[in-house]
């Protein structure tokens, strides 16, 4: 595990820049490495490092451990999977699907 967890958002929402830059500027272990915004000035008004131009560049560079994913709900399924898939750990600030089956859960306690 490395020393400092770094981080990549995916979007420019309200909630990165209220809640979650905050929260990993705040925090000792972690660091903000990169920032997915399809509007790169709304990314670059919230974060002065690596803009991606899109979700999948984001996911592709590999200079983060984590991402966050504060996409409406039923967006964050796809990004999450696409994380998950190359060890990437994901955070989901909505629900990532409406659907158990769609999550993989398959039921139980």
């Not at 709900?73 to 990437?88: D, V």
Request: aromatic share 4%.
């Amino acid at each position: 595990m490395p020393e400092r967890l770094r981080f990549g958002i995916l979007g420019a929402a309200d909630i990165a820049r209220k809640a979650l830059i905050p929260a990993i500027e705040a925090a000792a272990n972690a660091e903000l490495v990169a920032l997915a915004s399809r509007d790169p000035e709304r990314g670059r008004a919230l974060f002065a490092g690596s803009i991606a131009a899109d979700y999948g560049s984001l996911l592709a560079a590999p200079e983060g451990d984590a991402v966050s994913i504060p996409l409406p709900t039923g967006l964050p399924t796809e990004w999450a999977h696409r994380a998950l898939a190359p060890g990437t750990h994901a955070l989901c600030e909505t629900p990532a699907t409406v659907d158990p089956a769609e999550s993989g859960h398959r039921g139980g306690g």
